[in-house]
Each structure stands twice: as C-alpha cells, then as structure tokens.
C-alpha cells in the first residue's frame, strides 16, 4: 500500500435523492449523505465526522435509523450486486455490525428500509418487477417473512412499522395502501383497499393503528386500522397579487357521512364546481413527519403546512404555513423557492425540523420562535449554506487566501473558505458555467460561460464583472502561476490573455479535437495541454509554438499536469492507464486496474499524486510512481470526479464530482516525505469595496446614528410614562393586598377553632378504641394458650416417632458402610491386578498414539453430540415447512377452482389467439425473408469497410514513408543551398577579375590591332584561361608585348591545371567522405536494430524476475549472444569498481537477509510454543467436559436408585441422617410446626446427597495416590433388596 493518506476533512454538498436523506442522531447531530459517505454533521460546533460507504459502492438508495438512535442502516448497489449495511453509531468511529449480502430470493436493489420499534426486526423493499417485502431478523442475518406487495409493476415507496408494535407493518406506493401484521412466520393482509386507488407518496403513524397518508394530488387521508376516518385536499390557488394561499378545502370525519350541500363546510361538489371557476394546482405531498402535537408535511413546492388535533376528534386542522424563502442572489428569484420538499425530519425534543428539497438544500426552523412569532410568516433558514445543485464542472484554489472556488450546470459561482468551512460569496447567472479560475491574489476570477468569458472582481459582499471577452463555451481556464497571465480554450484554440492591459497576447493553434485540460509550468514560460485527439503538446508562451509534443490517436485525453521541475509530463485518458511523459515520448505506462481517471494533480513537492477515476473515487499514489497496486484507494464521490486541486500548501486536497459535492481532504504522506510548506507569510485578510459601496455605507451609517439618537430620545420618554403608570398600578396592589391580608387572617382565627374542636373529638375517639383493643388481646390470649398445650402435647409425640426413625435409619447406615467397605475392598484387589497388566501394555505404546486416540474420540463425541442437536433442529425446521405447505395447499386447492372457471375462458380465446398466430406466422416468414437479404447486404458492406480499411492503412504506411524520405531530402537540400551559397560568394569576386581583365584585353586588341591570326588565337586562349580561373584571385597584368603575355599564358595554363589537380582531389576526397557517411548511418542502423533486440530480450528476462535461478540463465544467455570477448577484455578493466560495488551491495543484502530469517526463526518458536500451549489446554478442557458429562450421568443414574429406593421404604417411613448430624444438637431445636411427608422426603433426599458428596471426595484422595486411575462407568449397588450384587461396566 501507499503510504500517502488522505482524510476526509469537511463535504459540501447533499444527494437529495437517497431515500429518507436526513436523520437526527441526538438534539445538536443529523446525519445526511453526501457523495458516497454519510455525514454526521454537529449543528452548533459546525464539525463533521463521516461514515464511508462500502468499498465498490456504485449507489446509495436509502437511509433508516433506528428508534432507539444506536444503528443506521444503508442500502447500496456493490458491484451490481444490492447490499444493506448496518452500521453501529455509538462506537467512535462507526464500525459495521452486520452486512446483509446473500439473498435466497431474486432483488435487483433496496429502495426503502424500517427499524422495528424495539429496533431487532428491519423492513426491506426490492425495486420492481419483483416487489418483494422482506422482514429480517437482522442480528442473525435471518429473513423471519417475504411477501410480494405489487404484481404490476408500480413502485414502493415508503414502508414503516408501528411506533409500538413489532408486527404491524405498512406500505404505501403508486395504487397501494397495505396494512400487514406478521404471525405464525408470515405477513398477512388486514385491509381491504375500497374506492379508486390513489398514488400515496408518503406515511407517517400518528399512533398505534392511525396512519396518515398523503398523495400526488395532494390529499390527506386518515386512516384507523385500514378504515377512512378524514380526509382533507391541500389546494394551491393564485390570486391577483400573484401570491399562493394553501387552503384546506375539504374535511369530513368519515368515508360515508359527508357534510350536506347547506352546511358551512364546503363539500366535495362545492369545491369541484369552485374549482371550475379558479386555476388550481394540486400540490404532491412527498414527506410527512410526526410530532406531539399534530404532524407536518410538504405541500407542494416550497412549503410545509403545520396540522394539530382538535381535542375529543379524530380530525386535525391547519394551523401554520412554512416557506422556503426567496433567494435575492438568484438569477430568477421568483423561481428560487420552487423546491419539491423531500424528506421532513424533528429533532427528538421537537425544537427542530429540518427539510431537505430536490435542489440539494437543506433548510431548518426552530418551533419555539415560530410560536413566538405567531402573527408573522414563518419562513425557513438555510441549515448550513447553500450547496450546489447539479453538476460542479470547475474548480480553482488561490496562494494568498484559504478561498475555493467552484463552478457548476445550476449556473451558479461560489466561493468557499476551507479554513472556517463556509460559503464565502455566491451568485447566479443566466448562463451555464463551464470552467473557473482563481487569482492567486484572491481577488479576482475569470469564468467560462457558454456565451463568453468573464473576468471578476471578489468583493465583500458581491461577484461583480469587469471585462467581459467573446470567447464562446470556454470548457478550461487558467491563471498563470503569477497571476500576470491566463489561458481560456475555446474548442481546439487557446487563447492567452494578460492581466495587466487585458489584451490577446497569443493564440494557440495546433489541436484537431476539444481541448479538455490546460496547465501551467512553476515558471509560467510553457503552458501544456491536452485533448480528445489523443495529443499532449507542450507550448513555447516566448514564441507561441509547440516546444514536444505526444499524440497517441487511441486515447481521449481527459486531464494533465506537470512535475514542479516541469521535466515530466503526467497525462490520463481514455485508455485506462496514467502517462509519464518526457521529451515528446512516453516513459512509462501505469495501469488503472479497469476504471478510468478523469482527472490527475501533483503537490508541489513532487512527493504525492492524486488521481480521480469515473467511478467517483480517489487514489492516493507516491512519487515514483510503481506497476503494482501500490495507492490507497478512498471511496469519495457518487459519480465522476471532474476536477482536482492541492492547496498552495499541500495540506489540502479539492475533488468535485457530478453529483454535485466538494471535498476537501487532509494529506500526507507516513514517510514524512510531503512535509508541510511553511508559509512565510499568513493569509491575507483585505477584501476589495467599491468606492460608491464605501460611501453608500457611511451615509447609512449616518442615517442609522440620528435614527439611533431619535430612539433613545422616544425610549427615555417611553420609559418615564411607564414608570408612572407602573408606579399608579403599585399602589393600587399593595391597597388590594392588604385588604385580601386582613380577610385571610380573620379565615386563619376561624379554621384554627375548627382545628382545636376536631382534635378533642379525635382524642376521644382513639381512647374509645385503645380500650377495645385491649379487651379484644386479652381473649386472644386465652384461645392461644389453649391452642399452644394441644400443639405442644402433639409435639412431644412426633419426637418420640422422630427418635425411633433415627435409631433405625443409624441401623441401615452401619449395614451400607459394610457392605460399601467390602464392595470396595473387592474393586480395589480385581482393578489392581488389571492395573498392573494395563501398565505394562502402556509402557510399549507411545504416548503420541495415545494422545490421538484419546483426541479422536473426545472429538468424536462432540461431532455426534451436536449432529444430534443439528439434526433435531432440521427436523423442526422441516416440520414447519410441512405445516405452511399443507396450509398452502389448501389454500391453492381453492385457488384451483377459480383458475378452473378462468381456464374454460382462456381456451377460447387461445383458439382465437392461435388464428391470429398463423396470420402472424406468415407474415415472420416473409419478414425473415427480407432479414437474410439485408445481412447479406451488411456481410458484403462489412468485407467492403475492412478491404477499404485495408487499404486505408496501407496508403497511410506509404504516405509515412514518404514523409520520412521527404524529411530526409529537405535535410539533403539545405546542406546543398548552403554549399551552393558558399560557391556562389567565392564565384562573384573572381567573376568581377574577369571583367576586368577582358576589358583590359579589348583595350589592348583595339590599340595595337593586331592582323595575325596567331595573335588572335593567343587572345582566345587568354579569354579561355581567365574563364577557368576559380580559386585565388590573382591580378594580371598584361604586358604591352607579345613576349610578356606569352609567359603570362603559360603561367596561367600552369595554374589551370594545377587547380584541375584540386578539384579532382577534392572530388576524391568528398566521394570518400560520403562512403564514410554511409558506413557510419549502416552502423548507427545496425546499433538500433541490436538495441532494440536487446531491449525485447531484456523485457522477456523481467518476466523471470520472481525466479532468481531463471532469471540467472537468461541474463547470462543475453550475456553471450551481446558481449564479444574482445569487449570483455576491455569490460574487464572497467568494471572493477562497478563488481566492489556490487560485492559491497550483496553482502548488506545478505547480513539483511540473515537478521530477517533470525526473526522469522524466533517469531515461528514463539507461536509454535503458543500453538502448543492452545493444544493443550483444549485437550485438557475437553477432558473436564468429558469427565462432568460422566459425572452427570453418574449422579443421574444414583438420584433415579434413590427415587426407587425412597419408594420402597416409604411404607416403612425411614429417617436417615448424615453422621455429622448429633442427636443431642436436634433435641436442642424447638419445634415450631409438624413436617408433612414431601418434607421429610426432602430431608431425606439432602442427608443422602452429603453422603455422595462424601464419597466422592473420598474417590478423589484415592485417585491422587500415585498409579490408580479412575473407573468410569461404575453402577454402584442400590441401597434396598439384594445389596450384594452389583455390576461394572466399562465402556
């Protein structure tokens, strides 16, 4: 595993659509879902603790907790398979207490779930088409009942128990209202729904058989015991003034009994024809929760209405309105309170309710003020802030502030603060917003929307635009690391822009698809950008050209990043693999193990990587990166995360997914590797104001101080009239105290002669009673003593029965002992002798054999043991099947006559069904007919797709080459223009000689004209030689006679040769060259063409990487086919080091290799000795267990000698005492009543109970004595008829 962590710090965000989303665990927590955890979020300190969901979690369905608040159930879709996890919340953190996975019965997902009131039983309803209602007993994973509630197809959804009783259960969905109580293993019918079903959204028990029921057409029904007792319709109508007034149109105390047409109360035909006459819209009733004094559910959009009981009725009234109140920072404020209201929850002590709304908001009202404020309308309050409501498509972070940004589909821009987990600023636009920036000042940011792209000012209370630039659905933007430049996209351009003249610095062209992900290098001098044509480039910003560039067409490009030495590239795709790449190619390739990363970030030490894949969860990676599954995956979003941000830092971690939540993460890394950056200065506190905004404020202030100055002038004088009036009031109480003082005093003079008068009459009346008592004991006392002589007479005649029963019992006591000593004397001689035969036979055995026997047969008691127990429980579990089948049955017997009737029906029009078959027959066969033609058509359209792929591909390979040998030709030709320049400088001045010269030689002809023809062909041969001069300039001076010229022709022809000698030289030598050159490109080839076999032999030998012996063989057989001994010879010398080196290494390897197999050695000795140790201590108690189990059936099989025995000699009436007993110590006890047969028994039983005990620590002296081992199995003689036999067994 990595050691990179990441922990979840605070979640903005609510998935409204979970079911039963908000739940409270005490007065200060509730608990709701956000992304794929659920929060347990502390109303007054503001701090959150999460409960994840399970690992692979594709959905959260619903949410129940239970009544006594200590278990939170969740269901789940885990690798498309539905799953309810049940967490315990008492522990710190919440653990998993039981996982309900295997299902006997088919369940497509869980969408609703109930706690049974003493919180043991769970209530689970499976999606259509199966519909199942399932009844768990969930501690031991076992299903008690399974009913299918629906057969066509509507949905569940809600189900619920009774508030107190375990077996009353309800369920409530589109058409269905049922009450089913659960008996004998089984949920029965105890409703009959009547008139036209309803779509019942939503239910809530108002007592133990009284249910509240809401619909989509928002009516309210009451039912007792699944009888209608009042029903009321919620309507919505719009007035002149556009305002919307919930009234109560229709009540009545029965299904039967309606108001007549001329009663007060409107009736149902009244409101028909009302309804005629005024717009009406019916609201849904979504949620309904309970309270003491009434209930609370949702009426339509935006409101809750408040109903409370009419004392002695079964009928409830309105008696307060609740609205969801309009947001001012909205785009449409008169649409932002239309939210369907989901889910209701209060609190335990009822001070609170909490609603959550389809936009993803949760809302709050406390009770107690509301009842204050009685006459005002009740609005809600936003319980924490508001969160976003769909997609959040960017994300942006800043240096000098603790400010996050985030853009999202619900067209909304916020700004959150991670250090005090608050929403900054928000507002909403008209307009989409796609991508988001941050300054990282803190005080502006630039937001792509799907018309154009704004630049903003952060103020203190407002996000106001700037500079607004024609860039149309810019999908990514960027400001620079120093915040002096930012990038936008729009489709495959990018264009650059600067913050301080706001101008179009650059445009940046080169992309074929959308681009999806642009980045700045640290030193903002590249910018790098990717796109779903497979292309990574990496820009120049200095010259506005691509620097490297990566294209693989394969793969759709979803994000990348770059280290912070800006020398590696790190890109994700489609392709389900995270890219290094370095110098226009790919280093290495990391697999994402079959999800796909959406999104990627690096801290700004290098040290960390954090991935966000299309399955909504993070992966937390080291840098460098490895191939093996080493990164911790966090189970974070409920879609795909769609942007990703460290802060400044490195502290925190930013993800925002699809399903509308922000994330911040707390990381590190355990080998302290990521330490934190220590900033060198705090965050800054400055905000920007406008300055009308500033004198606005001063001249309210102005406004507020006089006003103030005014109140406390009216106050002062308030507050005399009151004190004169309090005084005046005073007075005239103490006047009425004083006379109601006096009247109470005369009333005490009154009641206290009252009281002395009863208090004499009281004395006299105890004195009369006191001498009538004493009368009364006195003749008691006489009857008493009669009584007692006739008992003590009877008394002295059972002791002397007692005294003759002990001497007879002490008789037959001295017989047993006898008898007893002689049995024992007799075992003791016969066990001896088969002793020491034992011992001998002992002695050859091993002691390991026998300590197997013994185990196998401990063992094999118990397995049969609790076979026979397992058995009995599968012969009752069978025998009820038997039963609910044979129940069953009959009910089918009864079932098969209505299907009998049905079936004669169904025959006919089977027969009618079958025409129309062979009609329909015909009609295949021609249809299969045109079927085969058209594949025919695809198969022949197929083989033209892959010949003209073919072929496509084959053009493709051509026009490759050919732009290669292109590349090469160019190169050619620009080595050629540079020559040809070359020559053509050192050409142009001989060029000019020349002129010169033939300029000087026509002088010379026209001045000495001469007529001879040898001279004229001196003069040719001059021009020729001057023509062939090319390579040192040389001044010719031309003589004015014959002779001179004629040595100057000669030295010229000289120097023409000579300079022909040259050129072929130098011919000679370029050809020898471009052999050279040859040579050396075949040998480059050569090198490549071994390279690369090199590196595929090498990549096979990795393969053999876990077996060092093959391993060995293939890098030596590698060593063989690639080293030359020649090299070797040279290797040698160099290598000395590199083998000191690699001597130095194997022998720390080793000295580590041999501490570890110390420690494996001690750890294996240490648990093998507790290994044993266990052994031995099971063996023992396994033994115990056996000899109790021997010792009870003993005890039994005595007790039942006994009963026998007692039986025998109750004619007889013994009495048997223990010999500890002395007769003198029970002559000393006084008797104070008679003993009755069963007593005496009893007595009897006890004494005979000592004596067992007695010899039995008797036994065990006699088996500590070395060399004698217990007899088991031992029926001793019974005490009555023949004591003298007896038999032994031996088992």
């Known amino acids: 595993m990595s050691t990179v962590v990441a922990l979840s710090q605070h979640a903005f965000g609510l998935r409204s659509h979970v079911s039963n989303n908000i739940c409270f665990f005490d007065e200060q927590i509730i608990i709701f879902p956000s992304g794929n955890y659920c929060v347990k979020y502390n109303i007054d300190q503001k701090w959150q603790k999460f409960i994840p969901g399970s690992d692979k979690s594709q959905a959260m369905l619903a949410l129940s907790i239970s009544p006594n608040r200590r278990y939170l159930a969740m269901s789940e879709i885990v690798q498309e398979k539905p799953t309810i996890t049940i967490y315990e919340l008492s522990s710190i953190p919440c653990r998993k207490r039981k996982i309900l996975n295997n299902f006997d019965f088919p369940v497509q997902k869980f969408t609703c779930m109930a706690f049974s009131p003493d919180s043991k039983y769970l209530l689970t309803q499976t999606s259509p088409p199966e519909s199942n209602l399932v009844y768990w007993l969930w501690e031991k994973q076992k299903i008690m009942a399974i009913i299918r509630t629906d057969t066509q197809n509507n949905h569940v959804y809600q189900v619920s128990f009774s508030p107190h009783d375990n077996t009353q259960v309800c369920v409530t969905g589109n058409g269905m209202f049922k009450l089913l109580r659960f008996a004998e293993g089984t949920l029965k019918h105890t409703n009959f729904q009547r008139g036209e079903p309803q779509n019942y959204l939503a239910h809530a028990w108002v007592s133990d058989d009284k249910i509240i029921v809401g619909t989509d057409t928002g009516r309210l029904f009451l039912f007792e015991s699944g009888d209608l007792r009042w029903e009321a319709s919620i309507m919505v109508q719009e007035s002149i003034s556009d305002t919307k007034n919930l009234e109560v149109i229709q009540e009545s105390e029965s299904l039967i009994e309606f108001p007549p047409l001329s009663s007060p109360v409107p009736s149902y035909e009244q409101v028909m024809i009302t309804a005629s006459h005024s717009q009406l819209a019916m609201p849904q009733v979504f949620a309904i929760a309970v309270y003491s004094k009434g209930f609370a559910c949702s009426a339509g959009l935006g409101r809750v209405l408040l109903f409370e009981k009419i004392e002695d009725k079964d009928v409830y009234h309105e008696t307060r309105e609740i609205r969801i109140p309009v947001d001012l920072q909205s785009n449409d404020s008169s649409q932002s309170d239309k939210q369907d209201i989901l889910c209701l929850c209060f609190s335990p002590s009822e001070e609170m309710l909490i609603a959550s709304t389809s936009k993803n908001q949760l809302y709050s009202i406390t009770m107690s003020l509301m009842e204050i404020s009685k006459g005002e309308p009740a609005h809600f309050d936003y319980l924490m802030y508001p969160l976003h409501s769909s997609s959040i498509t960017g994300l942006a972070t800043c240096i000098r502030k603790p400010l996050i940004a985030t853009c999202s589909l619900d067209r909304s821009v916020r700004i959150w603060n991670y250090e005090s987990n608050s929403l900054e600023l928000y507002k909403e636009y008209q307009e989409e917003a796609y991508a988001i920036s941050l300054h990282p000042s803190g005080h502006f940011i630039v937001v792509g929307f799907a018309d154009k792209l704004c630049l903003m000012n952060l103020l203190i209370d407002d996000i106001r635009p700037f500079k607004e630039y024609s860039v149309r659905g810019c999908r990514e933007c960027a400001f620079s690391n120093g915040g002096h430049l930012f990038a936008a996209v729009n489709g495959n351009v990018i264009h650059v822009f600067t913050t301080t003249s706001l101008e179009n610095i650059s445009n940046l062209k080169g992309h074929t698809g959308k681009i999806r992900s642009v980045v700045w290098n640290a030193e903002d001098s590249r910018l790098i950008s990717c796109g779903t044509d497979g292309a990574v480039y990496e820009w120049s910003l200095s010259s506005g050209k691509r620097e490297t560039e990566c294209v693989l067409k394969s793969c759709s ?246 005294q003759r029963m002990q001497e007879e019992y002490e008789k037959q006591l001295r017989d047993n002992d006898e008898t007893k000593s002689q049995a024992l004397e007799e075992l003791t001689e016969f066990y001896e002798a088969k002793l020491q035969e034992k011992t001998n036979l002992l002695e050859e055995a091993q002691e390991d054999v026998r300590q197997q026997l013994r185990e196998f047969e401990e063992t094999k008691k118990q397995i049969e043991e609790d076979e026979d127990r397992e058995i009995q429980d599968i012969k009752t579990k069978y025998e009820k099947k038997l039963r609910d089948e044979k129940e069953s049955n009959l009910r089918l017997k009864g079932e098969t006559g209505i299907m009998r009737k049905k079936f004669s029906s169904l025959q006919k029009e089977i027969e009618e069904r079958a025409n129309d078959i062979e009609v329909l ?72 000689e020349i002129k010169v010269m033939k300029e000087q030689i026509q002088e010379f002809l026209q001045t000495f004209c001469f007529r001879i023809d040898t001279d004229v062909l001196w003069a040719q041969r001059v021009e020729i030689h001057l023509h062939n001069v090319t390579k040192k300039p040389r001044k010719v001076l031309l003589c004015r006679t014959l002779p001179q010229m004629e040595a100057e022709l000669e030295r010229f022809h000289k120097q023409n040769s000579q300079l022909e000698l040259n050129i072929t030289e130098l011919w000679q030598k370029l050809r020898a060259t471009d052999q050279e050159m040859r040579r050396e490109r075949q040998k480059e080839r050569d090198l490549e063409a071994l390279v690369k076999r090199f590196k595929t032999d090498l990549h096979n030998c990795v393969a053999y990487i876990q077996e060092p012996r093959q391993l060995k063989e293939k890098v030596r057989g590698l060593f063989e086919k690639y080293v030359q001994r020649a090299d070797m010879v040279e290797i040698a010398g160099l290598n000395t080091d590199l083998q000191q080196e690699y001597a130095r290494q194997r022998e720390h390897l080793e000295r580590n290799l041999a501490t570890l197999k110390k420690k494996v050695v001690k750890e294996s000795e240490l648990h093998r000795t507790d290994y044993v140790r266990i052994m031995q201590e099971n063996v ?69 109970r000592l004596e067992i005990q007695r010899l039995r620590d008797q036994i065990q002296e006699q088996e500590q004595v070395p060399g004698f081992h217990p007899i088991t199995g031992i029926r001793l003689p019974s005490l009555v008829g023949s004591e003298e036999d007896f038999e032994v067994q031996i088992k």
């Open 921 to 992: 027959k015909g009609e295949q066969v021609k249809l299969q007919g045109v079927i085969k033609s058209l594949e025919k058509d695809i198969l022949s359209l197929k083989r033209e797709i892959q010949e003209r792929d073919e072929t496509i591909q084959d053009k493709e390979k051509r026009i490759y080459d050919l732009k290669k040998k292109n590349q090469e030709l160019e190169k050619f030709k620009f080595v050629l223009d540079y020559k040809i320049k070359e020559l053509k400088k050192q050409i142009e001045p001989r060029e000019k």
């Open 557 to 802: 490009y979803n994000c990348v990043t770059i280290s912070p030495d800006a020398k590696i590239i790190f890109a994700v795709g489609s392709d389900h693999t995270l890219k290094e790449i370095a110098d226009s190619s790919i280093l290495r390739e990391i697999p994402a193990f079959d999800v796909i990363y959406t999104a990627i970030v690096i801290s700004h030490s290098g040290r960390m990587l954090f991935v966000g894949t299309s399955v909504g969860t993070i992966r937390a990676m080291k840098y460098p990166l490895s191939a093996q599954k080493e990164f911790n995956d966090y189970q974070a979003h409920a879609g795909p995360v769609t942007k990703m941000s460290l802060t400044f830092d490195d502290q925190f971690l930013l993800t925002v997914s699809e399903d509308g939540c922000l994330f911040t993460w707390r990381v590190f890394d355990k080998d302290g590797r990521g330490i934190k950056r220590e900033r060198e200065v705090g965050f800054a506190e400055e905000v920007l104001v406008t300055k009308t905004d500033m004198e606005e404020k001063a001249q309210v202030m102005l406004e507020l101080k006089t006003r103030v100055e005014e109140l406390k002038m009216e106050n002062e004088y308030q507050l005399r009239l009151k004190d004169m009036n309090y005084s005046e009031k005073i007075k005239e109480l103490a006047d009425k105290f004083m006379q109601e003082m006096e009247s109470l005093k005369t009333k005490n003079q009154v009641l206290k002669t009252e009281k002395e008068k009863q208090d004499i009459s009281h004395r006299e009346h105890m004195d009369e009673l006191l001498d009538k008592q004493s009368r009364e004991l006195q003749d008691m006392e006489c009857c008493n003593n009669q009584k007692l002589l006739l008992e003590y007479e009877k008394y002295q005649e059972l002791q002397l029965k007692s």
């Open 1180 to 1248: 023992s108690l396994i033994k115990e267990i056996n000899e109790l189990r021997r010792e009870l059936k003993l005890t039994r099989s005595q007790v039942y000698d006994l009963k026998a025995a007692l039986k025998v000699m109750k004619k007889g009436q013994p009495q048997e005492s223990s010999e500890t007993v002395s007769t003198t110590n029970l002559l000393g006890i006084t008797p104070t009543m008679r003993l009755n047969d069963q007593e005496e028994t009893g007595r009897i039983i006890e004494m005979q």
